[in-house]
Structure formats: structure tokens, C-alpha cells
């Protein structure tokens, strides 16, 4: 793929003979004003440096009556189907940008002390002195409404600069020029974007738009994808398999004033532009509005639209051909983690199982690993990777979103033998849908979708965050807790909005999603009596679909199943109840909290998991407290300590304390 991104000059137009064109022009001028000095008699000739400066340009009087082809001009002028006189226009407007003196030579000639030839000049050097022509031509033609040329100020219209759009004149004469206000995006390396993409370049619909790239007709490609550096590689990638240059920018393309620019650009360069959206909106600008609005009937070649998930609203005169979003299976994914981590290719398809992420994403993971590896003096294994790709992703976490980094094995977990199978089972997914679902084929026989759905129910306490935190560390992965107190709102449409941010969250990390306390997101939807009703049934409706749509693991957490709508229910792969734990549990619960090797002789753990039938959960803050008293009395954890740590959770509960049990011989308190 070719770009122009990083290279000083354009070969094919360093040496187009811009300069002797433009010399032709200075040599009508200089004719021009010699006619106006005869005919004023004046002694003077106001022309002579433009003379003088054409024939040194020139080199030869035949040079200076042969035009020479200028690739860069006549791209230019092709793209925007500019008339003869436009490119004189243009070429005139050029010519101070040529040399000190023919500037000088305009301030001298104008009456502002202006260095840029005015519309009157331009009428009596190019048009022939048709003055309502050049008012036409200045006003309304290609060249100005497409902003390659400017006629603008508060003079007389004869009297006003005629201007070539910024940096476009160093740019035909091949230099890398780009406007300084307009935000140029580097391009990716073409051989990760063909190891990440490759598979789905043979998608047909995708080799329909290969094809329609490779035609110059004025066309509109929209790439539709959340993530604009994932729009960005596959519009790379059909500009590398069409063999066609391309130039990307960020914009505010609702505003055609800040569109002009790139496409006068790009069209110079022989390049196909991508418009991504500006990282951030103009003041004023409301951000659930389009972020592309676009009018580019003047603009006759084809352009790649990145919304990223925003609206379009495109232009009616243009075709429009969708890019297929989907499509990127397995095979491309180890391929681009064996591209990004060439160290670790044995494990690319471990990799691709664990974290489905774009081959975009992969790509700049393997840059921070590479950079990382030459700081500390070894590669990075694949047990970094959940963390550089949390680096990577730059996440700006929203209010009641929280992401943690769990370290909880499943020795520390107690619960029935059947939740601890679901919960591994569920882990054991993330690693296998890419043989069931791809490799079986159960994603197209059996409508399968990616990823893992669990909801939680048991009362408080009996382990359901803590099982979600076991089952991220056994993942690999974080843990992105939802407070969904947090997260719904009375404002209509600012629930489903902080969800989104959840879940775009949770794919950006890779993480588990945890929505703890989502009773209200998935209650049962009710007839519609009024807005209310309305808003709560689409917040529950929203919430179904991106659950069906999110590739990684979740779990909707409830204390109250019966509230739950049958939808949600159907929607889950595993529904793990947990219960209050049993003697058994409660024993084990009560020896992995309390502090071995600092307890009292008369700590009877057997008599606290008999006398109190509480939840995990009460077990874990009575041992914390307990702890916390016996060691600012400077003991050992002692069974009166614990019993008073227990009867402050039961008066928590506003619940009646069953009494202390029997006391041994050897019990005491200090």
C-alpha cells in the first residue's frame, strides 16, 4: 500500500514542471500589464520581474510556450472537474508562493499592499478581461466552492486576493504539505494490517469493496465500527488489497469548510481520503448528533467514512456501499497475535481464545510488549497481556464503574460442589468457543454467539462477587465491577447511555463484567401504562441486547430470582445459585478468614459453624474484627473476640443473637 505519510516529497510530482507552468502564466501577466503601461504611456514596465522570472524558469522561449504535464494539477483538476480557466486561476494564485520578488511585485502592483494577485488582475491575465466571468468562475465555480481557491474580504470584488487553499501549492510541488488546523492520522504497517485481516479480505462483500475502491467513481465506503483505530485498519487494508494511496485525517465532518482541505489533498496526492471523527466536538456541538454530515458532490472520487457508531447522514447524490464489520474469525485472530508476539506464537491460539480482541488492538498490544521487553531485557509472556491491554486501551472509567485486578484462587471460594463445576465450566468457555463455534461450526448450525452469560442469585453474603473475582484471576483477566445504583438514571436514555459505557468498557479490557445488585435492570417488564413503564421495559430491552452482542464474560448478579424476567433467564448459559453455606462450608469459611497460627487454644471453630447459620459473608467481617480487637489488646484472636464480632453482624441485621456456646474448662478473656 502506498502513503504519503512519512515522506518528504511526491516522487511523481517532485519534477512535474509545476514551476514552468506557472512561468507561462507569469508571461501572460507580464503581457498584460506591458499593454496597460502603452496604452497609459507610462515609461515604466510593472511586469518586468515577471518577465525575467518566467524566462529564467523557463529556461527557453519554446519551454515557455509548451505546457508540461503537471500529474499533481491534473489530479487535482480531475477530481474536482476544474474548467481550463480554474487552473489557470490557480496557477496564477500560486505565484507568489514561487519567489520573494513576484510577490513583491504584487504588494507594489496592488493598492493594500497585498502579495497576491486580485480578481481584476486574474480577469485581464486569464479570462481576457471578462470580468462577469471571472465574478462567475470566483464565486461559484469548482475551484471555489471546494475551497482550492478563495476570493473573500470586505473590498470591492475586483479588488479582493484570489488565494489557493493552505499548503496546497508546496504540496504540488510534491512536498508533504498538509494544513496545519486539520489533525493527520499515521497510518499502520501494512504487513500486520494483511496478518490480522487477511481471512476477511476474502469475504465477498469485502471484495466488493476492493473492487469498487479500485474505480475511481465518486462513491462513499462507510466502515462501521465502534473503535475508529479498528475502522481505521480495515479501511488500510482494502486500500492495501486494491492497490490504491490513502490519506487519513480526523474532522468534524458535520462542516464542509473543514472537509475542503483533505479533499483538495488527497485528490493532488492521488489519494483516496478516510475521514475519521475529531476526538472531540466543537463548542456548541451536541454529542448525540451525526457526526457526519456529508455533501461532496463536487468531489468526484471514491472516500472511506469512519462513523464510529455515530449517525451519517450522507450525501443523496453518492453511492453508499457498507463494509462488512463482521467476519474476523479465529484463523485471523492467531494470526494477528502470532504477528504481535512472534515469541509466543505457540500460544496464538490460547491467545485468540482469551482475549477475541480486534486484530487492530493486538497489533498495538505487540508494540507496547516489544517496547517493554527492551526496557527490562526479556520478552513478555502471555501472563502480561490482560495488562497491556488495560494500558492500551486508555480507559476513562464512567461513575459507579470500578476495575480491579483480583487475585482470588479457587481454593478461597466455598460453595456446593455444582456451582463450583458452573463456575469453572464458564471459565473453561472463554478457551474453547473458538473450537465449538468456529472449528464445529455451532456459531452458524446452532445460531451460537460469542462469549458467557451467568446470573448469580442467593442472599447477600454467600460469595457472588467473591466467586466472580475467582473466576476473573482464573481467567487471566480483571474484574469490572458495575454499582448499578449507580448506573440507572431518571433521565430517560442516560441508563442505557452508562451501559454502553459498561459494556465498551468491559470489551476494550477484555474484562469479567459484573453487574452486582442489577435487580433493576432486569426486572420483569410490565405492561405499558405509562412513559415510566415505557422507559423502564426499553432499559430492559437495551440491557437483553448487548448482552446477546458482548464477547467476553458477564454476570448479572441478584439477590431476589423471582423479579427476574424470563427473558434474561433464557439469555444465560449457567444459573448458579448460591445458598447459605452448610456446617461443612461454614467450617471451612471460618478457617480460611480467621488468622491460623494467631488463635487462641479456645477458639472452638466447630461450635461457630454449629450455633451460627450465617453467610459467608458475616463470617468474613466477624474474623476481620475479631482480628482487629485482639490485636490492639495484643493477643491472640480469642473465642470471646469472635462471639462479640458475631453478635455485632447478627444486631447489623437487626436479627436475635442465638447466645455464646458452652465455654470450655480452659476458655478465658483477657
Request: aromatic share 6%; glycine share 8%; proline share 7%.
Amino acid at each position: 500500500m502506498n502513503s504519503t505519510r512519512n515522506s518528504g516529497r511526491n516522487t511523481d510530482a517532485a519534477d512535474d514542471g509545476l514551476s514552468a507552468r506557472a512561468g507561462r502564466t507569469a508571461l501572460a501577466l507580464a503581457g498584460m500589464l506591458d499593454d496597460i503601461s502603452v496604452k497609459t504611456g507610462e515609461t515604466t514596465r510593472p511586469g518586468q520581474f515577471f518577465r525575467v522570472w518566467a524566462e529564467y524558469t523557463c529556461a527557453s522561449p519554446e519551454a515557455a510556450g509548451t505546457p508540461q504535464p503537471v500529474p499533481a494539477l491534473e489530479r487535482l483538476a480531475s477530481a474536482f472537474a476544474l474548467t481550463e480557466l480554474e487552473v489557470e486561476l490557480v496557477l496564477l494564485a500560486g505565484l507568489p508562493h514561487e519567489h520573494e520578488g513576484l510577490a513583491r511585485t504584487f504588494r507594489n502592483l496592488s493598492a493594500h499592499d497585498s502579495p497576491w494577485p486580485t480578481a481584476g488582475m486574474a480577469a485581464l491575465a486569464v479570462a481576457g478581461g471578462d470580468r462577469n466571468l471571472i465574478r462567475c468562475v470566483l464565486s461559484s465555480g469548482n475551484a471555489a466552492s471546494s475551497g482550492i481557491l478563495t476570493c473573500q474580504g470586505d473590498d470591492a470584488f475586483f479588488e479582493r486576493p484570489v488565494r489557493l487553499g493552505e499548503s496546497l501549492w508546496e504540496a504540488l510541488h510534491g512536498t508533504d504539505a498538509w494544513p496545519g488546523a486539520i489533525e493527520r492520522v499515521p497510518l499502520p504497517d501494512t504487513a500486520g494490517i494483511l496478518a490480522g485481516l487477511s481471512g476477511w479480505l476474502e469475504l465477498p462483500g469485502v471484495r466488493r469493496c476492493v473492487m469498487a475502491l479500485s474505480n475511481p467513481a465518486p462513491r462513499s465506503l462507510v466502515v462501521q465500527e465502534r473503535d475508529t483505530e479498528a475502522a481505521l485498519w480495515r479501511a488500510c487494508a482494502l486500500a492495501g488489497r486494491a492497490g490504491v494511496r490513502v490519506v487519513a485525517a480526523r474532522c468534524n465532518p458535520s462542516d464542509p469548510a473543514a472537509l475542503r482541505p483533505i479533499l483538495a489533498h488527497c485528490a493532488l496526492r492521488g489519494a483516496v481520503p478516510i475521514l475519521l471523527p475529531a476526538q472531540s466536538l466543537p463548542n456548541g456541538a451536541q454529542a448525540d448528533a451525526p457526526q457526519f454530515n456529508l455533501t461532496l458532490a463536487g468531489y468526484s472520487g471514491p472516500v472511506i467514512l469512519c462513523p464510529a457508531g455515530n449517525g451519517l447522514v450522507a450525501d443523496p447524490r453518492r453511492p453508499i456501499l457498507p463494509v462488512p464489520s463482521t467476519g474476523v474469525g479465529k484463523a485471523d485472530r492467531r494470526r494477528a497475535w502470532s504477528a504481535a508476539f512472534p515469541h509466543l506464537a505457540a500460544d496464538a491460539a490460547q491467545l485468540a481464545a482469551r482475549h477475541p480482541v480486534d486484530p487492530s488492538l493486538a497489533a498495538q498490544i505487540g508494540v507496547d510488549a516489544r517496547d517493554q521487553a527492551i526496557l527490562e531485557g526479556a520478552d513478555v509472556e502471555s501472563g502480561a497481556v490482560p495488562h497491556l491491554i488495560r494500558a492500551r486501551s486508555g480507559v476513562t472509567l464512567p461513575a459507579g464503574i470500578r476495575l480491579t485486578e483480583p487475585n482470588v484462587p479457587w481454593t478461597r471460594l466455598v460453595v456446593p460442589a455444582e456451582a463450583a463445576w458452573q463456575l469453572r465450566d464458564a471459565v473453561a468457555r472463554l478457551e474453547l468457543q473458538s473450537m465449538v463455534l468456529d472449528d464445529w461450526g455451532m456459531r452458524d448450525s446452532a445460531r451460537a454467539a460469542r462469549g458467557t452469560r451467568l446470573l448469580f442469585t442467593g442472599p447477600p453474603g454467600t460469595g457472588k462477587t467473591l466467586a466472580a473475582e475467582a473466576m476473573a484471576t482464573a481467567a487471566g483477566t480483571d474484574l469490572l465491577l458495575v454499582d448499578v445504583s449507580q448506573v440507572v438514571s431518571k433521565w430517560i436514555g442516560e441508563t442505557e447511555k452508562n451501559l454502553a459505557a459498561a459494556f465498551d468498557v468491559g470489551e476494550r479490557t477484555q474484562a469479567v463484567l459484573l453487574l452486582d445488585e442489577a435487580d433493576a435492570l432486569f426486572a420483569k417488564r410490565t405492561d405499558v401504562s405509562d412513559a415510566h413503564d415505557r422507559h423502564a421495559n426499553l432499559e430492559t430491552s437495551y440491557l437483553l441486547q448487548r448482552l446477546d452482542q458482548f464477547d467476553g464474560l458477564v454476570i448479572l448478579a441478584t439477590n431476589l430470582r423471582h423479579n427476574i424476567d424470563a427473558a434474561f433467564v433464557r439469555r444465560m448459559d449457567f444459573v448458579v445459585d448460591f445458598p447459605l453455606p452448610d456446617l461443612r462450608g461454614r467450617e471451612d469459611l471460618w478457617s480460611i478468614h480467621l488468622p491460623a497460627g494467631h488463635l487462641a487454644p479456645d477458639v472452638d471453630i466447630d461450635a461457630l459453624a454449629r450455633l451460627y447459620p450465617v453467610p459467608g459473608g458475616w463470617i468474613r467481617n466477624a474474623a476481620i474484627a475479631a482480628s482487629f480487637v485482639a490485636a490492639g489488646r495484643g493477643s491472640a484472636v480469642q473465642q470471646q473476640h469472635v462471639l462479640d464480632a458475631v453478635r455485632r453482624e447478627y444486631s447489623k441485621a437487626a436479627l436475635p443473637f442465638p447466645g455464646s456456646p458452652p465455654r470450655r474448662d480452659h476458655d478465658h478473656y483477657e
